[in-house]
């Protein structure tokens, strides 16, 4: 036994110093998340129990009262359905047309490489820049969309409701409307960030097995669409995972948009406040960090509500092979 | 279960031919290989056999029904593909019932959740449940039903492969180098399982290898592809014993052919100078090649046709494979040997070789056999 503990003891000690070591690497990585990423996180949370405002001496504790503001005024109300109109919108159709995208972009040949370009450059663009050219396009008299839409007028499309109605009373007003204003957002949104869907989708498809289309097609799936169903869906099913997440986090983040268009308050009658516009406005433009920091909280919590559920996807239902 | 039948058929990709006019007859029950060097053609053949690639001309009948223009998904053959392209998020079992859900079961049963629920589901799955346990049987993967393909070895995916191929009844089996994945003890294994599988369903096997001995143990027949054409097509010991090109003999056999130059001078042939007592007509060319197998060859000291040193020596226990730098010219061949002899084949040996000339297989300057040449062979020792 002696001896045994005896020759236990420098491995022991080996492991300790391995172990030393092992947190000692770590170390420089460990500090840095702490310090840029769980300490800001914690500020916000401890500052979105008081009322404090950046130069006030000090502050007030005020409880959960920010948060219930959220869950009352109509202002968040409005914040709240017009960031899930923006994200129920646009990530389900921006996947898909990322998706469809890339199918039709992969079985094409060389001109292929010409479509990925045309479809990735919204992405690559300034999107200030282009808020202000779409706020040229979507101007109510001399916007390119209007007057386009005009054309119909005194056409047998007249008959359609909407052409009727345009060419009567005026063509929408689309972002001094408080029924278009999101949707326009929406729309300017999947038109930006599909083409990066598409791009994450061809690296995708080019992992696909192509004996598979072989073996489907032996096995006696005839049509395309079953062809998609056995193989190419289940295949894409990591990277469909990795885009939807993505797409959540990224239209939860939509804020340039809006500012750029309205720099004042988030669309007619606040149709288009959104969480990041609204952070903004109150903790930055109003200096009202108590709320703003509250707003910040829910807001990291959408988002790991989000990167959880990715997670357990990733583990439980789909295939990586 | 349908002969098949092949009619000159050609294939190009782009301007290089890959087919030039391959044709071949295979009865309801036969077991065919398609054997040759890699780039031959044979995969390209075997995937517009199965309707995967379309000829660029010549025909395909299935049972005396042309099948050229018929997509592959409706011409009902089975194919086990090299890589075995078993569908990576399906179980085992999943897999296996694919072909059979695909045939069988209309749009709306197959949707997931509702497609069990929808009329006639229930009777039509029962019975593809019962076919896929069978093939299971068969095959001895019945344990494994439900795992994914990611959790099994090399074996147990091709058997996998394999069970999607049989679980339904095709017109014919098309197997594209299910083998060559496998390791070497498991592909010796195999083999002879699929030999057997081929007795039990008496069904029509077309199959695509490399391996020479793989086609020699398998088939009825082997068909020897090569540039895109089929050089000889028949039972794997005429293949062996009675190539029609040199090509052939050169493929088939394992250690190669000896190959040696034969001359003619006035009526008798001569090899490195030497006469064989082997009188021919002057009509026959006067550059030929013989072909020799390694077995043919024994060891001699009376006056031996050929000698040389040993320079390298193999043995596998049962037999003995000497390869011996002849003196009379840089080339080496050889010596197929019995164990008892392995004390006389010590490296750098010399040893004299011997033949029979009735053994030896004569090619033109081409590589065409020459059978009348071998025929006058036997007239003279007749004589003798």
Not at chain 1, 78 to 95: L, Q
Not at chain 1, 97 to 118: F, N, P, Q
Not at chain 1, 185 to 207: D, E, H, K, P, R
Not at chain 2, 174 to 201: F, G, M, W, Y
Request: aromatic share 8%; proline share 4%.
């Amino acid at each position: 036994m002696a001896v045994l503990d005896a020759d236990l003891q420098p491995l022991r000690k080996e492991e300790n110093r391995q172990a030393r070591t092992a947190w000692g690497l770590a170390a420089p990585a460990l500090a840095l998340m702490i310090l840029i990423l769980l300490v800001p996180v914690c500020v916000a949370i401890v500052l979105s129990f008081s009322n404090y405002a950046l130069g006030n001496p000090g502050f007030d504790w005020v409880g959960v009262q920010n948060y219930e503001r959220l869950f009352t005024r109509s202002t968040y109300e409005k914040m709240f359905i017009a960031t899930f109109t923006y994200v129920v919108t646009v990530v389900p159709i921006s996947v898909g047309l990322g998706l469809g995208a890339a199918m039709l972009v992969h079985s094409l040949g060389r001109i292929g490489d010409i479509y990925k370009t045309i479809y990735f450059l919204p992405v690559m663009a300034t999107l200030l820049a282009m808020a202000i050219a779409w706020e040229f396009m979507l101007h109510p008299t001399i916007g390119m969309v209007n007057r386009t839409l005009a054309m119909a007028c005194g056409t047998w499309m007249e008959a359609i409701a909407f052409f009727g109605n345009g060419c009567a009373d005026g063509f929408p007003l689309w972002l001094r409307d408080r029924d278009y204003a999101i949707w326009v957002v929406c729309f300017i949104g999947i038109w930006q960030g599909f083409g990066f869907n598409m791009v994450l989708y061809l690296a995708g498809l080019t992992s696909v097995h192509r004996e598979l289309y072989h073996a489907a097609e032996m096995d006696g799936a005839r049509s395309a669409w079953e062809r998609f169903r056995l193989v190419t869906w289940p295949a894409l099913g990591p990277t469909t995972v990795f885009v939807v997440t993505i797409s959540c986090i990224r239209a939860f983040q939509v804020f340039d948009t809006i500012e750029a268009f309205w720099p004042q308050g988030g669309g007619p009658n606040k149709s288009a406040y959104v969480m990041m516009f609204a952070i903004f406005e109150k903790g930055v433009q109003q200096n009202l960090i108590g709320i703003g920091s509250a707003i910040t909280v829910l807001f990291l919590v959408f988002v790991m509500f989000l990167t959880l559920i990715q997670r357990w996807l990733v583990e439980r239902k789909v295939h990586y092979g | 279960m349908a002969d098949l039948s092949i009619t000159s058929i050609t294939k190009r990709f782009g301007e290089t031919p890959v087919l030039k006019g391959v044709s071949l007859d295979v009865v309801n029950g036969e077991f065919v290989s398609l054997v040759g060097p890699s780039g031959c053609g044979k995969s390209t053949l075997l995937r517009i056999i199965a309707g995967l690639e379309a000829p660029t001309t010549g025909n395909i009948a299935l049972g005396g029904v042309d099948v050229t223009g018929t997509r592959a998904a409706d011409r009902n053959l089975s194919m086990v593909f090299q890589s075995y392209a078993l569908y990576p998020h399906l179980s085992v079992g999943e897999n296996i019932a694919v072909p059979l859900r695909m045939r069988e079961l209309n749009g709306l049963q197959r949707l997931p959740v509702v497609g069990s629920v929808m009329p006639g589901a229930r009777a039509h799955n029962a019975r593809i449940a019962s076919q896929v346990s069978r093939a299971a049987d068969m095959l001895e993967i019945a344990a494994l039903l439900d795992r994914k393909p990611g959790q099994l070895s090399g074996g147990q995916r091709q058997r996998v492969a394999l069970g999607r191929a049989l679980v339904r009844n095709p017109a014919a089996f098309l197997l594209d180098e299910p083998l060559s994945n496998l390791d070497a003890k498991l592909r010796v294994q195999t083999r002879a399982e699929i030999a057997e599988l081929h007795r039990n369903l008496a069904a029509t096997f077309i199959y695509v290898t490399h391996d020479q001995v793989e086609a020699m143990t398998m088939s009825d027949r082997i068909a020897v592809m090569m540039d895109g054409e089929i050089l000889q097509c028949a039972a794997p010991d005429i293949i062996y014993e009675d190539p029609d090109d040199i090509r052939v003999a050169e493929f088939i056999g394992s250690p190669k052919i000896n190959i040696l130059p034969l001359e003619r001078s006035g009526t008798d042939l001569h090899l490195f100078g030497r006469s064989l007592d082997w009188h021919v007509t002057s009509a026959t060319p006067e550059i030929m090649q013989l072909g020799l197998r390694p077995e043919a060859l024994h060891l001699t000291q009376h006056t031996p046709r050929l000698t040389g040193r040993v320079v390298h020596f193999e043995n596998l226990g049962s037999e003995v494979f000497a390869q011996i730098a002849l003196d009379d010219d840089a080339m080496r061949v050889t010596l197929r040997a019995t164990p008892a002899q392995r004390q006389m084949l010590g490296l750098g040996a010399e040893v004299g070789l011997g033949f029979d000339t009735r053994v030896g297989l004569v090619f033109d300057a081409r590589g065409k056999r020459l059978r009348s040449v071998e025929a006058m062979v036997d007239l003279t020792s007749e004589v003798a």
